[in-house]
């Protein structure tokens, strides 16, 4: 036995709450796909960056930056000596300053020729 006739609006009515019940889903389904493209968006940019650093270290092996050369002590202090004989120090007060010993006569008078 079938049931009592439903009025055309209350059949309307039925239909009108299953619309509302899928467009209630479907809203559902569109803010899960906003939250799925923002995971994937961060996932692309995150890999992205890992590619940049990548790059730049592959960049840095093919080409690298030249090394600078070391000096030997003996230019290190061949270079302090000059700065110190450009800034008018003698070498009496070179010597002086680094606690040597004055030379003997024969040292000062072989570097009173080679200075001349």
């Known amino acids: 036995m079938?049931?009592?006739k439903r009025s055309p609006e209350e059949r309307a009515a039925a239909l009108q709450a299953?619309?509302?019940?899928?467009?209630?889903?479907?809203?559902?389904?569109?803010?899960?796909?906003?939250e799925a493209i923002k995971n994937y968006d961060?996932?692309?940019?995150?890999?992205?960056?890992r590619i940049t650093a990548l790059?730049?270290?592959q960049k840095d092996i093919l080409h690298p930056?030249?090394?600078?050369r070391r000096k030997t002590k003996k230019?290190?202090?061949?270079?302090?000596a000059?700065?110190?004989?450009?800034?008018?120090?003698?070498?009496?007060?070179?010597?002086e300053r680094l606690g040597m010993d004055t030379p003997t006569e024969n040292n000062e008078a072989a570097e009173g020729q080679s200075q001349e």
């Open 75 to 80: 230019q290190q202090f061949g270079e302090i």
């Open 55 to 57: 790059e730049k270290q």
């Open 18 to 34: 299953k619309i509302d019940v899928i467009r209630t889903a479907i809203a559902a389904l569109e803010e899960k796909k906003t």
């Open 65 to 68: 930056k030249p090394k600078k």
């Open 82 to 95: 000059q700065q110190a004989m450009k800034s008018g120090m003698s070498v009496q007060e070179f010597r």
């Open 42 to 49: 961060t996932k692309i940019s995150t890999n992205e960056n």
């Open 2 to 4: 079938p049931g009592p």
